[in-house]
Each structure stands twice: as structure tokens, then as C-alpha cells.
């Protein structure tokens, strides 16, 4: 008979991502001594009754462990790499209403009852519950970006969405929402160019790169991000001057005019389609 092998329960909690549950480990066989031993070492911690981590665990969870609560919305969001439009300085965490979640300043707390339930181990948020969240707590147009976003990276589906039971604001985000959309900017275009009656492209595919947007056949809208510096800007610059020499108009605009100032972007576009620059010669 082979020697009944010893589990480690530093190697187990590191393993599930270093913040877990006692009862997660009592039920993978840690004895109460063997974790009693981990934590006097100190390579395990307490965090809160119930909840142990690593040393090195990720501090978001170790803090969602300790309030009780599950990172969601926006926080979550920008930890799956989706588009948000810009951090905020603190944590946006659920907490179902009838829960043990505690208020705090420290977060932003949306206490409302998930799409989909959350098992008591759990301390990221569902997707779904993550798209509930910045349904309800963002603008349309920057909830519909992060939508898009999922949507794009293949999280979820339009006809998996479909099933839930959505919040009046959800249910029009999900209406409009398109799985197409690369980057959150592209959702705001849409429906701010819409009005114009013009065919509009987004992400076409011209002289060798893609171009942010196409309206008509020759008016190109490109947006710069703050990645567009050194290399990419002289790759920007050269790529400008060849489509002017197809014979595209280049409308070049930064991020921060694309979100702050809009209407002098709009109007931009505006005087260039007043002029014919869209129509091809």
C-alpha cells in the first residue's frame, strides 16, 4: 500500500488563486491542525473569519474576501480587459441585498440581487452580473462600449444574452448592442454620426491599415489614443499622407477631444461633408 500522500494547504489555497474558503479546504481534506500550522507560520493569513490567502495574493481579492463582497461593473470589467471609459479611484464591488456584504468607503457597492447566483466561494463577478452593473451604473454610451467590448472579445453573445432578465436600461443596451465594434470609441461614433444619413464604416481596411472611420466613399475620421506617440505617430503621419494621396480627407483627432469636445469634432465633420470631402472625385 502506497503512503497516503500529505496535502499541503498552502499549495491548495495558492492553487485556487491564494484567497479561499476554510470550508473549501476542509471539504479537499486539510485538517484543522494542518491549516492551524500553516497560518502560526505565516504563510497563510486570516483575513477574515472563514477566509484565508497567501502572502502574495492579488489585493483586490484579499479585500473583496474581507468585505464580503465580489468585484463587479466597471473594476471588473477593466480586470477582463474590457473597455471602460476610464478607471475609478476606487473598487466597484456587489453585494446581493440580503447578504453579509459590508458598506464601505473604500468601494463603491451596488447592492442589488445578480442575473446569475453567486456561489459563496465566489470573488469576481459573472459576466452577466458585470454587464448588470454598468447597465445601471454607467451612461448609456459608455455602458453600450462596455457591452460591445464583450460582445467583441467573445465573453458572452447577443443570443445567450437574450435569455436574462434584464433591467429596462439593459434591455435597451442589449437592443442596440453589436458584437463588430473593436474599441469602445467606435461605439460612441455610431450613433453620433448617424444623423448625417451617410454610410459609415467603421475599422475599414486602406492602403495597408485600418482606418477608425469611413464616412462616404473619401472622409476618413482617425481618433489617437495615448499609444499614438514615437513610431506609431510617424506610422500615422506616412499612412496620412498616402491616403490624401488616393484621394482620402484625413480628419485626425485625439481621444480626449473624441470625449470632451465632441461637438468640435462633430462640426469638423460637419464642414468637410458640407464641402463634398466624402464623395469620391
Partial sequence: MSPRRILDPIDLVADRGGVVRVAVLTEAGIGRRALERALR????????????????????????????????????????????????SRQH????PKSAG???????????????????DLLEDP??????????????????????SA?????????????????????????????FADAGLETYLRPRLA???LPIRIQSWIAGHRVDVLIGDRLVLQIDGAHHVGAQRSE????????????????????AQMMHAWPVVQDLVMRAVAQGLHRAA
Avoid at 497567501?54 to 466597471?74: F, M, S, Y
Avoid at 436574462?164 to 448592442?177: D, F, G, H, Q, V
Avoid at 503621419?237 to 485626425?252: K, Q, T, W
Fill in 93 to 96: 464591488v456587489g453585494a446581493d
Fill in 127 to 148: 459576466i452577466e452580473n458585470v454587464l448588470a452593473a454598468v447597465a445601471s451604473c454607467e451612461p448609456f454610451e459608455r455602458a453600450l462600449a462596455t457591452w460591445e
Fill in 41 to 88: 507560520s505565516g504563510r497563510l493569513l486570516r483575513v477574515r473569519r472563514g477566509w484565508v490567502v497567501t502572502n502574495d495574493a492579488d489585493p483586490v481579492l484579499v479585500a473583496a474576501a474581507r468585505e464580503g463582497v465580489v468585484i463587479t461593473c466597471i473594476s471588473q470589467a477593466s480586470r477582463l480587459g474590457l473597455w471602460v471609459h476610464e478607471a475609478d
Fill in 151 to 179: 460582445l467583441n472579445k467573445g465573453l458572452v453573445t447577443l443570443e445567450g444574452l437574450a435569455g436574462y432578465s434584464w433591467k429596462p436600461t439593459a434591455r435597451r443596451i442589449l437592443a442596440e448592442a453589436t458584437p
Fill in 102 to 120: 459590508r458598506k464601505t468607503r473604500r468601494a463603491h457597492v451596488h447592492w442589488f440581487t445578480p442575473i446569475v447566483p453567486r456561489p459563496p
Fill in 195 to 197: 444623423w448625417l444619413r
Fill in 236 to 255: 500615422d503621419i506616412r499612412h496620412d499622407a498616402e491616403l490624401r494621396l488616393m484621394g482620402y480627407h484625413v480628419i485626425r483627432v485625439s481621444y
